[in-house]
C-alpha cells in the first residue's frame, strides 16, 4: 500500500479547500467503460476519492495516499485489477451521487457516509470503517474532554457544514466560529483564537498527521456521532459482496490496522475500538 505522508506545506494548502460542502466537477477519468465484476484482463476500475483530505483521500502531483486510498488498492487487488489498472477520479462530496448514476466512476471511497437517503440513489459496500464527530485541541491542553466542555468555548468548524449545525443544534453554550477550510480553522487553534476544531475524527487525525502539524495538536477522542463510511457503488452493482469479503481479508490480515496507523501516525489519535474494525452489512 502507498500510504506516505504528503508534505506538510502540500497538505494544508489542499486542506484549506476542504469543505464538507465542496462543489465543482472532478476529473472525468475516461469514458464509458462500464462496471465489470471480473478485473484485469487489461480493463481499468475507475475509483472515486477525495483529492484534497490528507490522511484519507490526497493527491500529490502523480502520488495519490491516504485510509481510502489503501482501503481502496486492496479491494481493487482482491477484484483482479493492480494499482496500474486504478484510474483515480476526484469525487468531491456534492457530486458522488451523480458521479455514480452517470457512470463516471465504477466504485467511491471518499469519507462516503452510508444513510438511508442515499440508498435510494446508490449501492453501498462496507462500512470499512466508523467515524464520529469529535474534536481536535491542542497537544498540551487537557480542559476539554469532550462536547460537555465546550460551554464559553471557541469552536471552529467549516461553514455550512453538517458538524458546524449539529454543535449549533446540541451545544449552543459553545462560541462557534465558522471558518472556509479546516486549514483556517487549524491555524485559529494554534494561534489562540479558537479552543477546539470540530469535524469527524478520522478527518481531524489526517490534518493533525501532516508534517507541518505533528505534534502541535491532539484528537480528543470523545466521539458523539457516528458515520459508516462505505463504498459507493452504481445502484444495481453486483460488486457488493466482493468488496464486502475484500474488506473483511483486509481486516482479518491485519492490513486495515497498518494503514489506519500509517495514515494517522503523528495526530495523538485512538479510533473508537467499540465501532472498528467494523463488520461489513449484509448486501442488500
Known amino acids: 500500500m502507498r500510504s506516505s505522508k504528503p508534505l506538510g506545506l502540500a497538505a494544508m494548502a489542499a486542506a484549506a479547500a476542504l469543505t464538507l460542502t465542496a462543489c465543482g466537477g472532478g476529473d472525468s477519468g475516461g469514458e464509458g467503460g462500464g462496471e465489470s465484476t471480473a478485473g484485469g ?30 482501503v481502496a488498492e486492496y479491494v481493487a487487488g482482491e477484484l483482479g485489477y493492480s494499482e496500474d489498472q486504478i484510474e483515480w477520479v476526484e469525487s468531491p462530496s456534492a457530486n458522488r451521487e451523480n458521479m455514480l448514476a452517470n457512470d463516471q466512476v465504477d466504485m467511491i471511497f471518499a469519507t462516503y457516509s452510508i444513510t438511508d437517503a442515499r440508498k435510494e440513489t446508490v449501492d453501498f459496500a462496507g462500512p470499512y470503517f466508523v467515524a464520529g464527530q ?69 478527518i481531524l487525525a489526517g490534518l493533525a498527521s501532516t508534517d507541518a502539524n505533528q505534534g502541535k495538536f491532539k484528537v480528543v477522542g470523545n466521539t458523539f456521532s457516528e458515520e459508516r463510511y462505505g463504498v459507493g457503488l452504481p445502484k444495481g452493482s453486483d460488486r457488493c459482496q466482493a ?31 467499540e465501532l472498528n474494525p467494523p463488520t461489513p452489512e449484509p448486501c442488500a
Open 134 to 202: 469529535d474534536l481536535l485541541v491542542r497537544e498540551d491542553d487537557s480542559s476539554i474532554q469532550g462536547p460537555e466542555d465546550l460551554e464559553g468555548k471557541n469552536l471552529c468548524s467549516v461553514t455550512g457544514s453538517t458538524s458546524a449545525q449539529k454543535v449549533k443544534d446540541d451545544h449552543p453554550g459553545a462560541n462557534l466560529v465558522e471558518q472556509p477550510g479546516y486549514a483556517d480553522c487549524l491555524t485559529a487553534l494554534e494561534s489562540g483564537q479558537v479552543d477546539a476544531v470540530t469535524t469527524d475524527d478520522i
Open 243 to 273: 468488496v464486502n469479503d475484500a474488506i473483511t481479508k483486509m481486516i482479518e490480515e491485519g492490513a486495515w490496522e497498518e494503514a489506519v496507523t500509517e495514515n494517522t501516525e503523528g495526530a495523538d489519535y485512538e479510533y473508537n475500538r
Open 41 to 70: 484482463s487489461g480493463e481499468s476500475v475507475r475509483i472515486g476519492i477525495k483529492y484534497d483530505q490528507p490522511g484519507l483521500g490526497y493527491r500529490d502531483g502523480d502520488e495519490y495516499t491516504g485510509f481510502d486510498v489503501d
